[in-house]
Each structure stands twice: as structure tokens, then as C-alpha cells.
């Protein structure tokens, strides 16, 4: 299926931390793409795996799981595969360890029928080499492979970082990065001045460096927590996001920092997790899914 021109992004946990568990089935249909948290780290450089927490979700098999991807794909949905997570330790420094990573990905990608890849790797990435893999990943997956990025607000301050290069390497096979705009502390936005976490111009000023940074505006999203309980800070009111996401595509709804033009393209919003949205009575899709997929 093709990412919506407006799409909403939620993670799925393969593991139980008290938000609510939930099979693949039970992701509402506001989300357009599910990221399943997370592939891991093997001992080989650069190599990931995954495997199906079966019994953390309640007896969830692998033949209900891969049916579940197979319908909300025939639903139009995208399931990927996020790579990292706040524990992930995968790292892609050489030639050698790029090759694994897209090898053990496109594998993971044909056994579970997984549509691409999410990269949530929080302690760093080198751009040379990650941008390589995605590469050879793509180069075996095909041209519709969905390919997302979920850095930390530190990863996109400047272009001369190594993700925000990496997202630019590679923007020609692109679909999202939605940056975790949680857990962070004050950040600079495009104008130069320091912005709290927490706050509509939080979110606009600092997607402002990504969208006047070089990325297209379909390729820029919102990342938030479903609940106060899914992060430990950074949290903000659905209605918060959604002025964010109006002040971005119309310059209406803005706090003090009003962007110098709009972004009608930008692609929408993503949240941590769809497990905490649902302990939460999906208040968070509910009100943004809509929103986002009204967007022009």
C-alpha cells in the first residue's frame, strides 16, 4: 500500500510495560503506518532480529501475527519494522556491518511480510555507512519500501549532524522522520532561539530547521506521546499537536513563532505508542488521526 499523502504513525510494543497489550488487529485504523518496536541487535556487526513476544502478549502466535499484517496491508496500512528503541545498541560503521543490516532486514521483511523499516537508533548513527545499508535494503526491497526515521530532538538541531545527514543521503527513498519532540530539554528552533519542550512553538520552530534544512515537507512529522505516561516528559494535549500541525500547513493556530511560509505538504504526526493511546481510550489517535488526515 502507498503511504497517504497525511499519515499518522504508531508504535506498536512487542512487550508488555503496562500500557495496554495489544495484537496488530487491534490497532485503530487512524494509524496508517505501525512501526513494531522493536528488531534487535544479534552478535553479528550490524545484523538485527526479531522475535514475537508471544508470551508477554497473551499466547499472540506467529501465524496471527503475520495474518494481522496481511490484513491491515490489504486495508491499505503500512507495517514496518523499527530498528533501535531507547535500549538498542545496533551500530553500522563499516561496509561489512552495512551489508548485514540490510541483509537481515530484507530477511525479516519476506519472513513477516513487513512493508519497511523504522530507524530509532538513539545513540548516534554514521551517515555514511547507515545511508549504504538503506540503500542495499532498498535496492532488494524495491521501490515501495517505507522507510521512517524517529531521532531525538539533539539528532536534528544542524545538517551537520549524522542523522539529520542521513536523512538527507537518502531522501530520494524517504517516506517520513518523525522526531521525538519528548524527552528532551530546551532546544533551539530555526529562529535561533531556545524553545521549551511542551509547547506549540516547541514543535514548529524546531520542525522548521527540518523543513528549511532540505527535507520536503512530505517528509517531515510530528512525534508525541499518546499519554503522560508514555514518555517521561514532553508531553502535550492532542489539540497542542494539532494547532502545531495547522500552524506548519496554514500559519493559523501558531504560538510566538510563526514560520515565514506554510508547509501544506507536511506529512503529519506519529506517537509513542499505540499501546499507550489505547490505555488512554485512543484519546490521542481519536483526535489527531482526523486532523492529520484532514489536512490539505
Known amino acids: 500500500p502507498a503511504v497517504p499523502r497525511h499519515a499518522v504513525t504508531g508504535y506498536w510494543q512487542n512487550f508488555n510495560n503496562g500500557a495496554t497489550v495489544q ?6 485504523d487512524r494509524y496508517d503506518i505501525i ?24 499466547g499472540y502466535t506467529v501465524d496471527q501475527f503475520k495474518a494481522d499484517i496481511k490484513a491491515k496491508q490489504a486495508a491499505g496500512k503500512s507495517v514496518i519494522l523499527s530498528v533501535g528503541g531507547e535500549r538498542g545498541t545496533v551500530s553500522v560503521n563499516d561496509s561489512a556491518s552495512a551489508a548485514n543490516f540490510a541483509t537481515s532486514l530484507y530477511t525479516l521483511m519476506q519472513q513477516y511480510g513487513f512493508d519497511g523499516v523504522d530507524i530509532d537508533l538513539e545513540n548516534g548513527l554514521n551517515p555514511t555507512y547507515m545511508s549504504q545499508a ?56 530555526c529562529d535561533g532561539k531556545v524553545y521549551s519542550q511542551g509547547t506549540v512553538d516547541f514543535l514548529t520552530a524546531l520542525a522548521c530547521i527540518q523543513l528549511e534544512g532540505g527535507l520536503d515537507p512530505s517528509q517531515v512529522g510530528l512525534g508525541l506521546p499518546a499519554s503522560t505516561r508514555g514518555a517521561g516528559s514532553g508531553y502535550v494535549a492532542p489539540s497542542v499537536v494539532n494547532a502545531a500541525l495547522d500552524c506548519l500547513a496554514h500559519g493559523t493556530s501558531c504560538g510566538s513563532f510563526k514560520p515565514a511560509r506554510t508547509y501544506p505538504g507536511i506529512r503529519g504526526a506519529m506517537t509513542w505508542s499505540t499501546n499507550w493511546d489505547a490505555a488512554n481510550g485512543n484519546a490521542w489517535s481519536n483526535a489527531v488521526g482526523p486532523h492529520v488526515h484532514g489536512l490539505p
Open 35 to 58: 512501526a513494531v518496536a522493536f528488531a534487535e541487535a544479534t552478535t553479528t556487526p550490524g545484523a538485527v532480529s526479531f522475535s514475537l513476544d508471544s508470551a508477554g502478549l497473551g
Open 134 to 189: 538503506l540503500r542495499a535494503l532498498s535496492q532488494k526491497a524495491g521501490g515501495h519500501l517505507v522507510l521512517t526515521m524517529a531521532p531525538q530532538t539533539l539528532d536534528m538541531q544542524s545538517t551537520t549532524g549524522g542523522y539529520f545527514q542521513t536523512a538527507l543521503n537518502v531522501k530520494d527513498i524517504l517516506t517520513v522522520v518523525n522526531m521525538q519532540y519528548y524527552n528532551s530539554g530546551s532546544m533551539l528552533g
Open 23 to 28: 495484537k496488530i488487529s487491534d490497532v485503530p
